[in-house]
């Protein structure tokens, strides 16, 4: 399914046709908030759009501008916990700050080439914005310690 969606179209391939269909009908500017029809009429499933396909929701509703918004949000963050682990003063803190901050990266990658049909569909959510109870805190605690890690860093 992987190469070739559209060899089970109303199978294995759906999800992946229909997300592809998503992010490319959205156009530059998007087509607005809940007018997105691959959402709100049931092409994407409501089972899997607001967690794993939620960049096509995104792009689709909000357009190029709207993900490249993201993206760019996404860049700072990880930008900034590579700062914290570079302002680390002891090696456990910048080896907890670049695994963390690494371990969203991974995520972020791998669901945004998933959704837009580049890697396989795996089922990571994209983290602070997926609907999910358990990522989200855990996410939380990742983003609280490479904080933690920040703070510390002049402290003797």
Request: aromatic letters at 12%; hydrophobic letters at 45%; glycine letters at 14%.
């Amino acid at each position: 399914m992987f190469f070739d969606p559209g060899r089970d179209p109303l199978g294995a391939g759906w999800n992946k046709i229909q997300s592809s269909i998503a992010v490319g009908s959205g156009g530059f500017a998007g087509k607005g908030y809940l007018k997105g029809t691959q959402n709100v009429l049931g092409f994407l499933p409501r089972t899997v759009a607001p967690t794993d396909f939620i960049y096509s929701v995104i792009a689709e509703e909000m357009g190029f501008i709207g993900s490249a918004g993201l993206l760019l949000l996404y860049s700072i963050l990880l930008w900034a916990g590579f700062r914290a682990a570079q302002s680390s003063r002891d090696k456990l803190g910048r080896l907890l700050a670049v695994g963390i901050t690494s371990l969203l990266f991974c995520h972020v990658f791998v669901n945004i080439a998933m959704t837009i049909g580049l890697l396989p569909i795996t089922g990571l959510p994209l983290p602070l914005i997926s609907y999910g109870g358990s990522f989200m805190v855990s996410t939380m605690i990742g983003l609280g310690i490479v904080q933690s890690v920040y703070v510390r860093r002049y402290q003797h």
